[in-house]
């Protein structure tokens, strides 16, 4: 990873772009990757993309989701104390003691999950954090000095936790899920330029806004943009860490490489052409099974229009949901590599059909 790349990388993830509110960090992806590609457009919920040959008719989709985890403010008290709803699927366990911004009318104001002394939580049962009694603390007295920091009902809030590095191989903060996959798609489209590389299809480079509450800008984009083929990116489990089950989850580790699914929504002749092009370039990779639906992206893709040819490449990441999501630095180069080369195979007008 060159500084360039770095850069990008630490100022779009350290960006807040929660489900709904994603601008800030759409901005800087878009001012990222514009330089590489050849036009660009955003749909009216914020979803970005950027375009090489905008005018063929065989179209090839890249695809990340750009939004995090929130909350938004949900009551607040005579004493200003703030209690909120989940916006994606935020976790409340970890919330007690966390710093967090919440982005009001007047700007963003600091704030933190507050939480009573283990003194006074002690007795019989020990009570633990649910969003029955999590709350925000702005360091307000009363409900109007809230309110005259710009904050109400609906205001969303972030973790404020920042990117890091984690020993020589990792790479950890919050929002690795799934921004680090808008970083990669990036690259993937930089890397095409810089290397001059002539494709004979539209590349249609996607962050899409609002997965975390159901793949909605996925669904909304793919029927704008009616692709051929879609290659989705987004993160899985590594399950080797505690607490996790392999039997369950699969057998995945972060450093293994690119994890690439087999699910109904996942095109087995798509799938199967990425792992030819991974054996072929010597690219690490492991493999993921799920029963129904992937839970990404891919679902709204290969169910779009009159069915879209779609596959996922996963990263693994372990914590998911957390402030302390963690990726390996392998990984991510395996990912974009494997985008990349997969993309120089793809022919014009290529037929995944399974009948022909």
């Known amino acids: 990873m060159d500084k360039k790349s770095k850069a990008f990388l630490y100022k779009y993830l350290n960006a807040f772009s929660p489900t709904g509110f994603e601008s800030e960090g759409q901005k800087i992806w878009l001012d990222y990757v514009k330089p590489y590609t050849d036009d660009y457009f955003v749909d009216t919920y914020g979803t970005a993309v950027a375009v ?58 600091q704030g933190v999950f507050g939480w009573p002394a283990i003194h006074v939580r002690s007795g019989e049962k020990e009570i633990a954090p649910s969003l029955k009694n999590i709350f925000v603390d702005v360091g307000a007295s009363s409900k109007a000095e809230v309110e005259k920091m710009g904050i109400h009902v609906g205001t969303v809030i972030t973790f404020q936790d920042e990117l890091m590095e984690l020993g020589k191989d990792y790479i950890t903060g919050r929002a690795l899920d799934n921004r680090m996959g808008g970083f990669m798609i990036a690259e993937v489209a930089r ?68 994890v690439l699914s087999y699910a109904p929504a996942v095109q087995n002749n798509v799938r199967d052409m990425l792992i030819d092009v991974a054996n072929k370039k010597k690219i690490d990779f492991q493999r993921q099974a799920s029963s129904r639906s992937t839970g990404t992206d891919t679902d709204a893709f290969a169910y779009s229009n009159s069915g879209v040819a779609s596959a996922l490449i996963s990263l693994p990441l372990k914590y998911m949901h957390t402030t302390v999501e963690t990726v390996s630095k392998k990984d991510v180069e395996g990912v974009i590599k494997l985008m990349y080369e997969f993309v120089l195979k793809v022919k014009k007008g290529q037929d995944f059909r399974y009948l022909k």
């Not at 290397?195 to 159901?214: C, D, H, R, S, T």
């Open 52 to 109: 090489v040959n905008p005018k063929a008719e065989y179209k090839v989709v890249i695809e990340a989701h750009a939004d995090e985890i929130a909350w938004y403010v949900n009551y607040i008290d005579d004493n200003g104390y703030i209690f909120v709803i989940r916006n994606g699927g935020s976790d409340h366990q970890i919330a007690p003691s966390m710093r967090v911004v919440l982005h009001g009318d007047k700007g963003k104001v």
């Open 191 to 258: 890397r095409l330029s810089e290397n001059k590389k002539k494709l004979p299809f539209g590349l249609y480079v996607v962050n899409a806004v609002q997965e975390e509450i159901g793949l909605r800008g996925a669904q909304m984009i793919a029927e704008r943009i009616s692709p051929d083929l879609a290659i989705i990116t987004d993160v899985t489990h590594d399950t080797q860490s505690p607490m996790y089950n392999k039997k369950k989850s699969g057998d995945l580790k972060c450093g293994n490489g690119p």
